[in-house]
Every structure is written in C-alpha cells, then in structure tokens.
C-alpha cells in the first residue's frame, strides 16, 4: 500500500456538478482520502492518499461511479536482459504493478512499453518493479538508446580482449604439453607445478572477476530468485570449474588422492567466447533508431513562406496549418499541403513507389519530403508536425519494429528446467556419495558433484546457437546476403509466405522505350521524331523515349511549333513532318482517326502492365510506342524457384492495379495488392500472415519501410534507400532477387546445422551425467573424473564447432544448399 501521498489523474466522462459530486463522494469514501478536489474544466480528480488506500483503488473508486481513469503508456529502456527469459521476468513484474494494464518488451531493443491508468502509476513504481525483478532502467536523461547500444558494444570488446589475454598463458601452460613433446617437463623444471598452478589460479581470478564479473553479478541473482538464464548457466559451469581448480590449487590434500586437476583453462574459455558471442550480437543489431532519424531528415529543414506578399525562409518547425510555401525547381516538397498556384512534376516513389514523377497543379495534394521536378510551385500547408505522412511513417517503422518480438531460442526455453535439473542432480550425487560412498566419503562427494556440474557445462550449448550464425551469415555474405541478427535466420526459416515490392525490386525502378509498334514504316525514323519532340517536354516518360533515341545514335532534328497540352501529349514540326504524340484522347482532340490494328497492339500492351503512346506524322495514325518499368532479368527465375520451394509469393505494391496484374502474370505471381500506401503495405502484409503465416517481404524504397518492419522477416535490395536497408532484417547486397532465394536456402540450412548442434550439445552431456555422478562406479564400474568430464565437455564442444565449420563450404542456392 502507498501511503502519506497526493495523487491527480485525469477523468472522463464528467459533465456537470452532479458527476464532480459523484466522483468526490466515492474518493473520499476510501480509507484515510484527503483534500479530495474533481475540477470540471480541467476533468481532473486530486486527493492525498492515508494508511490503507492506494492510486489503483483511486481509479477503482472512480470506475465504480461510473467514469473513468484513461491509459496512458510509458516507455522504459530497460538495462541487462540477455534472453526470452528476461523478457518475461521484466513483463510479469511490470504487470503486477497495480495500475498497470499491459506491458511488452522487446528484447532486441531493450524497450518495455507498459500501458497503464493515467496519473495513477508513477514511473518510479515501474522503475522498482523492473529493478526487483533483477535488472536496471536507464534513466531519461541519459544516452540515447543507440548510443547506449553503442557504448555496450564498447565495453564489451575490451572485455574480451582483456579475457583472451588473460586466458592464452593458460590455455599455454594447461595444454602445451599435449602439443609440444616435452614442452611439460621443462615447465616443470622451470616453475614447478605449485608456480604452473599459481600463475593459472591468478590470470583465472583476473578474467572471472573482471570480464567475467557480469554472468556473476546476473546470472547469481537468477539463480537465487528460481529463474536460471543464460548468464546462470555461464556462472554456473566457469564457476565450478574455477572453484575445483582453486581446491586443487589451495587445499589438495581434502580431495581423493589423483583428483587434485585444474580446469582453469576451461573456466576462462567459456566466459571468452561467450563474451565473443554477446559482442558480436551487439554489433549486429539492427540501428532502428538511425534509420527512423534518416526518415525524418528527408524533410527540408527550411520553408519559403509567403506572408505579406514577401517570400521568407523559416525554419520547418514554425510552419503553421494555412502558411503558403513556395516550392522551386529540384527542392524537396517542405510540406503536406494542397497545391494552389503553379505545376511541375513531383518524385513520390517514396510514397507511393510509383517510379514515374506525378503531375502536380492546382488542387493536389502533397506530400512534405517528396522531390520536385522542373517546375515551380505554391502550396497550402494542411498538415504539420507529427501529422505529416514522413512522421506517420516514422511512427510505423518504429511501432512495428518494437511490437516484434524476437523468436524465443531453444536453449533459452529449456534453461528454465535443465540448470535447475542439474543442479538438483549435483546436489543428489554430493549426498548420496556423503552417505553411502566409500572413504574418503567426502572427497568422492565433492568430486562426483563436480564432475556433474563441469559434464553440464553451458559451453558447447552456448557455441550451438553463435557458431553457427557466425559461419553461416559468412558464408551469406560471399553470397551477397547481409543477416542483421541470427534471429533473421530462424524467421526466414519459418516463413510461409514472400510479399514482394514491384518498382526496383522485380523491375529496374525506371522507365525505359520496350517497344515500337509502325506498321510499314521505319522504326528508328519514328523514334527520331518522337524523341525530337520530346526533348522540349518536362514528362518523366518523354525522358525515356529521348534516352533510347540517344542510347540508339540517332539523330535529333531541330523542333519547332512545339505544344504541351496538359494530360494529353505534345505536338511539334521535326524536319517538315507535323508529329504529335501522346495517349489516345490527344490523338481524338486533334481530331485524327485511330487506325484499328494499333488499337488492338495499344491494347496488348496495356494488359501486360506497359503504357502505350500513340504517334501521329502528318495527321495519320501511324504508330504506337509502349514505355515501362522493365521486370529484372533474374524475377522470374527467382520466382519460379521460390514456389518450387513450397513458398506463396505474392506482389504488393502502389501501381496501378493494371500495371501490377500485368507484371505479376509475366512472372507467375496469383496474388497481388495494387494501389496501396504504407499503411496499405502494411495491411496487406498482416492479411498475408492470417492467411498462410509467417511472411517475408522484400522492397527498396522509403514506402517500403513500414512493410518491411512488420513483415516477420524484411529483405531490402541493397542498391535501394537508405531507409529501407537499415528497417530491413536481411539485405540483398547484389541489388538483384537471386540472392534471394539463396537467402532462404541458407536460413533452412543453419537452422538445420543449429539444431544439429543442439541435439549433441545436449545428448553428450546429459548422456554422460549419470556416468559423471558415478552411477557405474557404484556398482563396480569406471566412474568419471573431473579430468574425462572436461574432456566429454571439450569433446561436444569440438563436435558443434567442426558440425557449424561444414556450412562455410556450402554452396548458393544454384549449388544446392538446400
């Protein structure tokens, strides 16, 4: 219970006098309530709280008069957490505050979100809650999230230096003498074995006290508290190997005679290379932060606003709903508005991923951050701050990369009973050895329970999972496949589905001249005067039509009488032929007859996803040019080979609907969300996900961002924004689909490869735990030692390494990793 304090809250659903009154009388009904005040104007409720009522049973109270408290959420950047298991310590002790209604948190960015009533849970209560449940809450005024990150990293790869440093003389001293003949007696000779196992005892106590500190400092308290994690697990098996070691060192004579080994170097071999993994996990994580500010730094950091007549630069910040701003030729739009004077051509890919440029005039809208083309421009401001489409955006990519909770490991969800197993193992052994063992009774116990302890090391189980990611992402990135994190892996493998962007992911992302339709006449003579007509024009595809005529060496004759009609097309007279060019309705306006056979190709076209320009010389239908998005030499292939692999691959884009059909039946794809937004991206992954399940989706640009954030797994073409790679999870480095599919080849075989590691990591120890706590020795049999319990323990962990090595000479997928 909170008592001797003041609370004020909000409180919906007040009206009038009569609802202050009711609200007033149930707070002040609560056990020790005081200085009780409900304002009406603000629709606040305040009270100073005695002995036996606390600010959740406030909100009960106001619940039960019939109004109530809102939610709010805080957000807490919570330090230490390691594994799944941390995760649901931190949300069930956030949970059991009273007050709060929900809390979810994700461990990839150290976040907690906790919902809660209003005014009613202070921050600190949730601060104490995360603090009693064994970790640490990062304070509000400290280091931003990535640079904490940042600094984390830092400290890491110093402590495994100072750990590898450190743990080299005796891995030297321990094991020389298996790999140079002699090298062990002349160590003898030199400082005796009493310096051999000195020298050893201190570099050990150097690397568990210092860059092994942490898995004590948390994994001790775990241990404690009945909820063993990964860092109990690396204390647990560095600490009994060190301990033993130290017996044998300080007081051999209490252990059976020829039991008095050292296992220093196993010690300090698991805390470095586990450090090595937690680093490497570290930079590995995806920068959510620095992609989210890149977003927002596509917005102009200034405005040219017209007030008073005069054009005035001001910053971004203080534009104001109704502000009209100038927009000039190659800017970035400044804001969300509504055109009202003026036209040029705007870049919205970013938006829409439409590739070609859009017309804007009197009475469109745009979008803030979007490039301008050639023309000049004013706008209405209509949207600013947080309600602008690039902060919109920014909001999605960021809520959906924190609602996304990483894939629960294998090891991490058998931590929960396999350390408490063993230990109760350990201790079964030490007593029942106490009491029925032979003498030293004492002796054989301690080294049994040892020896069960050292045979359960967390060392091959903590190499299973690391190693392979390591060798895998490797062997992925000569493939040309980035991994962000190995959880990208595991995802991947379980995909059902694969979303895919159309502009620059299956097509090249800019339009190009595909085809030339002219009956009885000369196709490059056409393109010449097309192209010459084009060239006065500020349309994104009269810039195709002139770079084919160029890419072709053809001649451009001068132009004259040139006219742009807005929406239809162009005019003009090249080498005394009158040429007009355009869609069908600038052919009709000009009152030229359409010849029906170019109808018909005009059509054809259409329907496969191209846009057809008609061309007139001399007042005659003479020909019909098609422009597009060229698909990507490899979409198909990829494609086809996605679906032999069992995959649903649909098409979700912000084309045209009869653009996208057009392309998605070239290449095979059913399935296809046309004509959609961000936000539409993102429903239309979540529909893909109810339907079949787990769902990857790949893309380029800015508008994929969202998409690729709330897809299971996002796949960014390396050669697209900045954006999308860092909100993605995989990147395509080639900027092609083939890597793709070998993206999905290699996910099936690591997590294969992971699973195998697990298996053994596990089989060799637990089927050598009964062994090490002396099971056939009781009845007349061998029993383990220490010294065989390490060796088993080595075994396994030479067993997962060689297992994960094997991934480095798979192939691609055309070799056949599957």
């Known amino acids: 219970m909170t008592t001797g304090i003041s609370v004020t809250f909000p409180v919906h659903g007040l009206s009038c006098a ?80 009273p007050g709060v209604r929900g809390a979810s948190v994700n461990l990839a960015t150290g976040r907690a979100s906790v919902r809660h009533l209003d005014g009613i849970v202070p921050r600190a209560s949730l601060e104490a809650a995360v603090a009693e ?161 890149r977003l927002m730094d596509l917005a102009p950091k200034i405005a040219r606003v017209i007030r008073d007549g005069a054009e005035t630069e001001v910053p971004l910040a203080e534009l104001r709903i109704g502000d009209v701003v100038r927009v000039r ?23 829409t991923g439409e590739p070609a440029p859009v017309r804007k005039e009197p009475g469109a809208a745009t979008v803030g951050g979007t490039v301008n083309g050639q023309g000049s421009f004013d706008l209405r401001v209509g949207s600013v701050g947080a309600d602008t489409v690039l902060a919109q955006n920014a909001r999605m990519v960021e809520a959906a990369q924190g609602a996304k909770l990483p894939i629960q490991a294998l090891l991490d969800r058998v931590t929960g009973w396999f350390v408490p197993a063993v230990m109760a193992l350990s201790l079964a052994t030490f007593l029942a050895w106490l009491a029925f063992g032979p003498e030293p009774a004492l002796g054989h116990a301690l080294v049994n329970a040892i020896a069960v302890l050292i045979i359960a090391c967390p060392c091959a189980m903590g190499l299973a999972t690391p190693t392979s990611i390591m060798v895998g992402t490797g062997r992925a990135a000569r493939g040309g496949v980035l991994f962000r994190d190995g959880t990208a892996l595991q995802r991947l493998r379980e995909v059902r589905a694969i979303a895919l962007d159309k502009t620059g992911t299956l097509t090249e992302g800019r339009p190009r001249l595909t085809d030339i339709v002219a009956p009885d006449r000369d196709a490059a003579e056409i393109l010449s005067l097309v192209a010459t007509v084009e060239t006065r024009s500020e349309h994104p595809l009269a810039a195709a039509l002139v770079a084919a005529a160029r890419e072709r060496g053809l001649a451009l004759p001068a132009l004259v009488n040139f006219e742009a009609v807005a929406g239809h097309g162009v005019s003009g007279r090249v ?198 706590a002396g099971l056939p020795a009781a009845f007349g049999g061998p029993s383990l030692s220490p010294v065989l319990a390490a060796g088993a323990m080595a075994l396994s962990s030479l067993f997962v390494l060689g297992n994960a090595l094997r991934l480095s000479r798979a192939g691609t997928a055309s070799e056949g990793i599957a």
């Open 575 to 772: 080498a005394g032929r009158d040429v007009a060019v355009g869609a069908r309705r600038h052919l009709d306006r000009l009152g030229i007859a359409l010849d029906a056979g170019l109808l018909a190709e005009a059509d054809r076209l259409a329907g496969e996803g191209r846009t057809p320009l008609h061309v007139a010389l001399d007042g005659r239908h003479a020909a019909v040019l098609a422009v597009a998005d060229p698909i990507k030499p490899e979409a198909r292939e990829a494609v086809a080979a996605l679906r032999a692999r069992g995959l649903v691959v649909a098409m979700v884009t912000g084309d045209d609907r009869r653009t996208a059909e057009g392309v998605a039946r070239s290449l095979g794809i059913t399935e296809v969300s046309a004509e959609v937004l961000p936000a539409g991206k993102v429903e239309a992954v979540r529909a893909l996900r109810a339907t079949h399940g787990a769902v990857a989706f790949v893309g380029d640009g800015i508008n994929d961002a969202p998409a690729l954030a709330e897809a299971d797994v996002g796949l960014a073409i390396g050669t697209g924004t900045d954006i999308a790679v860092e909100s993605a999870d995989v990147v395509l480095m080639a900027g092609s689909l083939g890597p793709l599919v070998a993206a999905v080849d290699l996910s099936r075989a690591v997590m294969r490869n992971i699973r195998q590691n697990l298996f053994w990591a596990f089989a060799y120890n637990v089927a050598l735990i009964p062994v090490a």
């Open 329 to 351: 030729p190659g800017e970035r739009v400044a804001a969300d508005g509504t055109v009202i004077a003026g036209a040029s051509y705007v870049d919205e890919s970013m938006v």
């Open 18 to 97: 009569s609802c202050v009154g009711r609200v007033e009388r149930a707070l002040k009904a609560l056990p020790g309530a005081s200085a009780v005040s409900v304002n009406l104007a603000s629709g606040r409720a305040s009270l100073s709280l005695g002995p036996g009522a606390s600010p959740a049973e406030a909100a009960e109270a106001v619940a039960g008069a019939g109004y109530d408290v809102p939610e709010t959420e805080t957000v807490l950047a919570v330090e230490g957490m390691s594994c799944a298991s941390c995760v649901s310590r931190v949300e069930r002790a956030l949970a059991a505050v």
């Open 133 to 293: 449940a064994g970790y640490a809450v990062a304070s509000a005024q400290g280091p931003a999230p990535a640079d904490r990150r940042e600094e984390e990293a830092r400290i890491l790869g110093r402590e495994v230096v100072a750990a590898a440093v450190l743990a080299l003389p005796i891995l030297v001293l321990d094991m020389g003498g298996h790999l140079v003949p002699g090298f062990h007696h002349a160590l003898a000779g030199w400082i005796g074995e009493t310096g051999n196992a000195a020298i050893q005892a201190v570099l050990a106590t150097l690397v568990l006290a210092g860059p092994g500190r942490r898995f004590f400092t948390r994994g001790v308290p775990g241990l404690l508290r009945g909820h063993p994690d990964m860092n109990a697990l690396v204390a647990l098996g560095s600490g009994a190997a060190y301990l033993y070691s130290l017996v044998s060192t300080l007081a051999p004579g209490i252990l059976p005679a020829g039991s008095a080994h050292l296992y220093f170097e196993a010690s300090t071999l698991i805390v470095t290379l586990i450090l090595l993994g937690r680093l490497m996990e570290a930079r590995a994580k995806g920068r959510t932060g620095a992609a989210i500010a």
